[in-house]
């Protein structure tokens, strides 16, 4: 029987990223929920991956695997993330090689041990958590490329009434025409694309409407955290200026050729 | 090769079968094969005159749309032909929009302002992104127009800086004709005429040859040995070749994919449901889709092969 809850915490996409892992356990814990969980892709991007770790252990994070932490799991050439356009390709390798190079094989061997998806019971709704997506571990659901009558099959074929992911580093939620839920929990790891230094996580809670029924209810987290301090242990780590400036402005400078025409037209670069 | 006719399969019992694993792109020959360029390069050899397949109407598009959302198909393309002689166009297109992503694949050179300005209303009427591909097959007209036609680099260019200025960031699509080893410099130069087009942010996407159609007689025919092997599908990821993933809507029923409409194994029924049957890929073209994979799809979130079929926006080691 998966676990029964009322409300949790999601988030993804940490990416190394353990000052805002920090900020978003702190706030999470505000709003007394009863589990945590991560969706995957603990590495990449940020300083010092170790760190993470006994963050997650010592909150009692469950973890979803990433197609990152797959990869690390398993001594991939790369992090499997997806990318279609060499220069996007290119930082993704120097990330990824950062990477390997300071996970411990401890915490590669914990990554071995991460489930490809968690399922649990929300109130009455049989939730389903997973990294890109239930059918593909680095599918991308953008908002403006996934129709509702396909999110309707995916909860179909999967038996799921809430479904949430992360992996493209952009959150988004929508209610389908059958009443079910999917929800895209957004990173911890770098900001949104939006120019502000906030990162974002979720909370998912069953609200009762009467009648011994109840509603699933989404709200969206900003993480303000210490940015400065991850941006200067990146420059001391070595670590591309291009990700940096994405730490200390709040524009994506890589990563931006998978996004959706609406999706890359709010962003700067 | 002439309209209407395709090379068969070389042997067509021994070519691999591929199964549609998941019905995520739906296909619309929506201008059929008439153009108002004749490509000289054209792998179904469109051309002002050429209807051999002809104009797909509002009615028929809302038909298959219609059971597509049964389906859970997750992306719609538009193709021809030039989608924008078909006079519905606009209206398919904010038809499709109510049921997911759009991608229209337009050589830009039939562009208005006021048609543009109205795209670009019908796409932020939608919460669903609509995707322009502009074909040019040259970052000038030296290098374009002997392949699409006089004048034509200088019509799609006007036709990209309208869609520019109106806030969409077309894919310019080009076919390779060109040596690998001067990929850079092609590339190069494409992103500063398009930055000189005031085109801040190109995206490019460049697409290897088929050896079909026109093309045929341009360059060369596929070899008999061109072709996809059994032996060829051990390890391979299918998810890599459009017909394990969608299907295309032509005036004549529903099609294998967008390439080989022209075949005469293409046809696999009237309707979505009909046509989902497992493809035997023994067609030259098919080595082509193989050796790079999801050609025709704007990208490929799974992984890649070779250097074409890729959305590029700057050189491999920049």
């Not at chain 2, 969409?168 to 130069?189: A, G, H, M, R, Y």
């Not at chain 2, 005429?193 to 040859?209: D, F, M, S």
């Not at chain 2, 075949?263 to 009909?274: K, M, V, Y």
Request: glycine share 8%.
């Amino acid at each position: 029987m998966p676990p029964s809850v009322k409300k949790i915490a999601l988030f993804g996409g940490v990416y190394s990223n353990h000052h805002a892992l920090s900020a978003a356990l702190a706030a999470s814990r505000e709003y007394g929920v009863d589990a945590t969980y991560c969706l995957g892709d603990l590495g990449a991007f940020g300083p010092h991956p170790d760190l993470v770790y006994p963050l997650l252990r010592t909150n009692g994070v469950e973890v979803v695997s990433g197609n990152y932490d797959d990869s690390l799991a398993r001594d991939l050439a790369d992090c499997q993330c997806g990318y279609t356009d060499p220069r996007d390709n290119y930082f993704a390798r120097l990330s990824y090689e950062y990477t390997v190079r300071n996970t411990s094989e401890a915490n590669k061997r914990f990554l071995r041990t991460l489930p490809n998806a968690i399922r649990l019971r929300l109130g009455g709704h049989r939730v389903l958590l997973s990294h890109g997506s239930p059918r593909r571990q680095n599918e991308f659901l953008w908002e403006s490329t996934t129709p509702d009558h396909f999110l309707e099959k995916l909860c179909d074929d999967f038996e799921a009434d809430v479904i949430a992911v992360t992996h493209t580093g952009l959150k988004w939620q929508r209610h389908l025409p059958s009443g079910r839920l999917v929800v895209n929990v957004g990173v911890l790891g770098r900001p949104e694309n939006d120019g502000t230094t906030r990162v974002w996580f979720t909370i998912v809670e069953a609200r009762g409407v009467g009648n011994g029924t109840d509603a699933v209810h989404v709200d969206f987290v900003p993480v303000h955290y210490d940015h400065r301090t991850l941006a200067d242990e990146m420059r001391q780590e070595g670590l591309p200026a291009e990700f940096i400036e994405t730490i200390e402005t709040g524009w994506w400078t890589t990563c931006l050729e998978v996004l959706p025409h609406k999706e890359r037209a709010r962003g700067k670069l | 090769m002439s309209d209407g006719v395709q090379t068969t399969p070389s042997n067509e019992s021994d070519a691999p079968r591929v199964a549609l694993k998941a019905f995520d792109e739906l296909w619309f020959q929506v201008g059929g094969t008439l153009c108002n360029l004749s490509c000289n390069h054209c792998f179904i050899s469109c051309h002002p005159l050429n209807d051999t397949f002809g104009f797909l109407d509002l009615a028929t598009v809302k038909r298959y749309l219609e059971e597509s959302a049964t389906l859970g198909v997750k992306e719609y393309y538009f193709t021809g032909g030039e989608p924008f002689l078909n006079r519905e166009m606009t209206a398919i297109l904010r038809e499709t929009l109510r049921y997911g992503p759009a991608t229209v694949l337009t050589n830009a050179t039939v562009f208005r302002e006021a048609s543009v300005r109205e795209l670009r209303a019908v796409s932020d009427s939608s919460r669903y992104s609509l995707e322009i591909r502009v074909s040019i097959d040259g970052y000038s007209p030296e290098t374009n127009d002997p392949i699409r036609g006089q004048g034509t680099f200088d019509g799609a260019m006007r036709g990209v800086r309208m869609l520019v200025e109106v806030g969409f960031l077309p894919i310019i699509t080009t076919t390779q004709t060109w040596p690998d080893d001067k990929s850079e410099d092609v590339f190069k130069n494409f992103v500063e005429t398009l930055k000189n087009a005031g085109y801040e942010r190109p995206r490019l996407k460049i697409l290897p040859t088929l050896y079909l159609g026109m093309e045929e007689t341009r360059s060369r025919p596929y070899s008999d040995t061109e072709r996809v092997t059994p032996e060829m599908m051990v390890d391979y990821d299918e998810s890599l070749l459009l017909c394990s993933r969608g299907r295309i809507v032509t005036d004549r029923g529903v099609a294998v994919c967008p390439i080989l409409i022209e075949a005469p194994d293409a046809l696999l029924g009237q309707s979505l449901g009909e046509a989902t049957d497992p493809f035997a890929i023994g067609h030259g073209a098919c080595s082509t889709c193989y050796q790079y994979g999801a050609i025709c799809s704007n990208s490929n979130s799974l992984r890649t092969r070779g250097q074409p079929g890729r959305i590029l926006t700057r050189p491999p080691e920049s």
